[in-house]
């Protein structure tokens, strides 16, 4: 089955500067590579996904590159602000009715 | 629309008591999926079911826990005989297609206690 690691499991960052999460998974099939945004006590929220027909996405401060060949792939934010302060979780999945694989979660700090 | 609706929010439940969690998908949605999250820890898969059929439990431990998704109603997660290891937050997610491949939307999660 599919194995999703995450690296690093904390992050601190200074306000205004770049985080990158990265991610590596095991089964060559999986094609969608989501990721999540967790606050403290609150659900899992999606805030940006890619799908293997592409290499990179972005949306505003947030974007994910994906590399297939190498089975990795990364969440870049820039401009970091104290709100972006939670643990975000990196996930991937493939055709067929599989779930979800999640990696076990980065828990980045905006410090101000 | 809602959203994915989870009840209750928080669970107490002494040792050997059962717990039932409960996951009304988002509109439109067929496809349920069941997590378990320990504190500081990632999301683990448990189980995923469409109505009325059970797609995936590779991740539900075979004895103890069970899941069913009715033709009505919401999906149920049943924990019989608790014990303190299954104190957990537990997120439901529903995907509006396959469930492959499309966005998986969470619940607000239960939070059990097992006292």
């Known amino acids: 089955g599919e194995n999703v690691e995450q690296h690093p499991s904390t992050l601190s960052v200074q306000e205004g500067d770049s985080a990158v999460i990265k991610c590596t998974y095991s089964?060559?099939?999986?094609?969608?590579f989501p990721w999540y945004k967790q606050e403290l006590g609150k659900r899992p929220q999606l805030i940006i996904d890619?799908?293997?027909?592409?290499g990179e996405k972005k949306d505003q401060r947030i974007a994910v590159t994906l590399n297939k060949t190498a089975k990795h792939f990364s969440l870049h934010i820039t401009e970091t602000q104290p709100e972006d302060s939670a643990v975000y979780f990196c996930?991937?999945?493939?055709?067929?009715?599989?779930?979800?694989?999640f990696g076990k979660g980065t828990r980045l700090s905006v410090i101000a | 629309n809602a959203g994915v609706m989870q009840n209750p929010r928080h669970l107490v439940r002494r040792r050997g008591q059962e717990a039932r969690l409960r996951c009304s998908p988002m509109k439109g949605h067929s496809h349920v999926y069941w997590y378990r999250q320990l504190p500081e820890e990632g999301l683990k898969f448990m189980v995923y079911?469409?109505?009325?059929?059970?797609?995936?439990e590779s991740g539900m431990p075979k004895e103890r826990f069970s899941a069913e998704f009715p033709k009505e109603g919401p999906s149920i997660l049943r924990i019989q005989q608790v014990v303190r290891g299954d104190s957990a937050a537990y997120f439901c997610?529903?995907?509006?297609?396959?469930?492959?491949?499309?966005?998986?939307?969470f619940g607000q999660g239960t939070r059990l206690t097992v006292v």
């Open positions: 079911l469409q109505k009325e059929n059970i797609i995936d």
């Open positions: 890619i799908r293997s027909n592409v």
């Open positions: 996930a991937a999945s493939r055709i067929g009715n599989t779930p979800l694989v």
């Open positions: 997610a529903s995907s509006p297609t396959q469930g492959v491949g499309t966005e998986a939307f």
């Open positions: 089964d060559s099939a999986s094609n969608y």
